[in-house]
T-cell receptor, first 115, second 112 residues
Framework: AQSVTQLGSHVSVSEGALVLLRCNYS??????LFWYVQYPNQGLQLLLK??????LVKGINGFEAEFKKSETSFHLTKPSAHMSDAAEYFC?????????????FGSGTRLSIRP | GAGVSQSPRYKVAKRGQDVALRCDPI?????LFWYQQALGQGPEFLTY????????KSGLPSDRFFAERPEGSVSTLKIQRTQQEDSAVYLC??????????FGPGTRLTVL
């Protein structure tokens, strides 16, 4: 069964510092992997996705993630945090071979930015 | 419309009341998903449709929850005899390809 584990329910960094949000997945085959962001009282917005085309994926707002099969990881990074990055971030996995498969979400990481 | 829409955006129900939540997916999207997101938690899968067929309802928490998509477009999630633990945000998503799902803004249900 597919699953994702997000390490750290809350991460706090200073403005301008590196952002690193951790995600490990469990899947028998390389899946689709996603990072979503959720701002307060808003829906989920796709940050980036891994679909096997490239292991380093660049997303919106300066975020990127690297798929590492050997570590079963898909960590999200941003070189320099901005106050507007404060939000909840969800890692998610979906089966590769069937468009019918459901998306499984991690429990989320709340990112806080210190001035 | 340009995206997935959901209505109502907010719903307050008295315990025991029935509610119906609507999802309008992106036109032409075959797949439609419902998720439940409790406060401070990640979205939890409820059910999935491909066109009008409900292919997976393994996440529905009880037989009080029922979803339909009779014509393969608009979907309704119905909750009968609501209970306080049903309070959550209910998210709908639609998808044409497995590599991208689009989420609606959600319906926040509060059961008093």
């Amino acid at each position: 069964a597919q699953s994702v584990t997000q390490l750290g329910s809350h991460v706090s960094v200073s403005e301008g510092a590196l952002v690193l949000l951790r995600c490990n997945y469990s899947s028998s085959v390389p899946p689709y992997l996603f990072w979503y962001v959720q701002y307060p009282n808003q829906g989920l917005q796709l940050l980036l996705k891994y679909t096997s085309a490239a292991t380093l994926v660049k997303g919106i707002n300066g975020f990127e993630a690297e798929f590492k099969k050997s570590e079963t990881s898909f960590h999200l990074t941003k070189p320099s945090a901005h106050m507007s990055d404060a939000a909840e971030y969800f890692c998610a996995v979906r089966g590769y071979h069937s468009s019918a498969s459901k998306i499984i979400f991690g429990s989320g990481t709340r990112l806080s930015i210190r001035p | 419309g340009a995206g997935v829409s959901q209505s109502p955006r907010y719903k307050v129900a008295k315990r025991g009341q029935d509610v119906a939540l609507r999802c309008d997916p992106i036109s032409g999207h075959v797949s439609l998903f419902w998720y439940q997101q409790a406060l401070g938690q990640g979205p939890e899968f409820l059910t999935y449709f491909q066109n009008e067929a409900q292919l997976d309802k393994s996440g529905l928490p009880s037989d009080r929850f029922f979803a339909e998509r009779p014509e393969g477009s608009v979907s309704t999630l119905k909750i009968q005899r609501t209970q306080q633990e049903d309070s959550a945000v209910y998210l709908c998503a639609s998808s044409l390809k497995a590599e991208r799902a689009f989420f609606g803004p959600g319906t926040r249900l509060t059961v008093l």
